[in-house]
């Protein structure tokens, strides 16, 4: 089996146990490696892969906090912890809103869990640790130096998303811990930024920990949070000089059964300018809950065209969790 503990981070990285308040080995012990395997037929299985491998972080008994795109429609699920040993998992649910997973431990861990902390109340230039399943070795000592709005390709926005650096290099799943030793948010994607002279650096992309708590307890019980599913399209989108153009579609998704191809811009949704990913999504959003009928205009070819997207719920298309 591959693992995630296979590589380190350079020492001059490494977070020093004398810069923290808190035991730093200690709160490292309850970081753990993720492996999950995917169904090849699952709708996940093409654009993420059948194995994937990230990190996690125990906030309860058993109950270990990951970025859900590790998770999603896992057969099978290892965790590897600090000490070596290797454990049985089970995926309870995953939010797509937020991007958060979460995993139970089929088996004692003995392992002490990390508090969930307050990411609103940490400031620009904090000290934190973006920490990796694998102790000092595999964690950063990194600092926070932004939050604002996100919007992902996969129809994916966050009004204020965390961003750290120095990057980690396997950061999916990674743990942000706080100046107090407790959870800040969860790694989710590396991304470049711009600096000057030209030069650009990678940094992390971090789910604030707030987003959490109003959907842990329907995480653990029901799978997903209590509200209605938002209209899914199935489209991925980026921005390009200033316009929203198709970049891909799902397979047998709303916007393939209705003809949305890559490259087709999008000018508006329901009558309302589009300006922006995040924009476009929120508008979409705000028609209803899934199944509602999206009206689009699209320039193709030289030509506007008006199509009615019949969108659906992400999660129907999705392999849901065996109990074990």
Do not use: C
């Not at 800040?184 to 470049?192: A, V, W």
């Not at 653990?220 to 991925?236: A, K, V």
């Amino acid at each position: 089996m591959v693992s995630v503990m296979d590589w380190k981070v350079p020492p001059s990285a490494q977070p020093k146990p004398e810069n923290y308040r808190y035991d730093l080995d200690q709160a490292l012990t309850a970081v753990v490696g993720v492996h999950a395997v995917i169904p090849p037929d699952a709708f996940t299985a093409e654009t993420l892969g059948t194995e994937r491998f990230g990190n996690g972080v125990l906030i309860g008994e058993g109950l270990v906090l990951t970025i859900g795109y590790l998770i999603t429609e896992a057969e099978t699920v290892w965790l590897s912890l600090i000490d070596g040993r290797a454990v049985p998992g089970h995926v309870l649910g995953y939010d797509q809103a937020t991007g958060f997973g979460l995993v139970q431990a089929l088996a004692r861990l003995d392992l002490p869990a990390l508090p969930l902390g307050d990411s609103s109340a940490v400031q620009i230039g904090d000290p934190m640790v973006l920490a990796g399943a694998g102790g000092r070795q595999r964690s950063v000592a990194a600092r926070l130096i932004g939050r604002q709005e996100f919007a992902g390709y996969w129809e994916y926005v966050l009004d204020e998303a965390l961003f750290t650096a120095p990057a980690h290099p396997h950061w999916g799943g990674t743990a942000l811990i706080g100046p107090t030793g407790d959870i800040i948010g969860i790694g989710s994607l590396q991304l470049e930024q711009a600096r000057e002279g030209g030069r650009t650096e990678f940094i992390n992309m971090v789910v604030p920990i707030d987003l959490l708590k109003p959907i842990l307890d329907d995480l653990r019980t029901r799978g997903q949070p209590n509200r209605p599913p938002r209209p899914w399209l199935g489209l991925y989108a980026t921005e390009i000089d200033d316009k929203v153009v198709i970049v891909g579609v799902a397979k047998n998704g709303p916007a393939q059964r209705a003809d949305l191809r890559t490259g087709d811009i999008v000018l508006a949704v329901s009558g309302t300018e589009v300006r922006g990913l995040a924009g476009m999504f929120r508008k979409i959003w705000s028609l209803g809950p899934a199944g509602v009928e999206v009206p689009l205009v699209t320039y193709r070819d030289g030509r506007m065209h008006e199509v009615r997207v019949k969108s659906g719920d992400r999660n129907r298309f999705l392999k849901t969790p065996r109990l074990h």
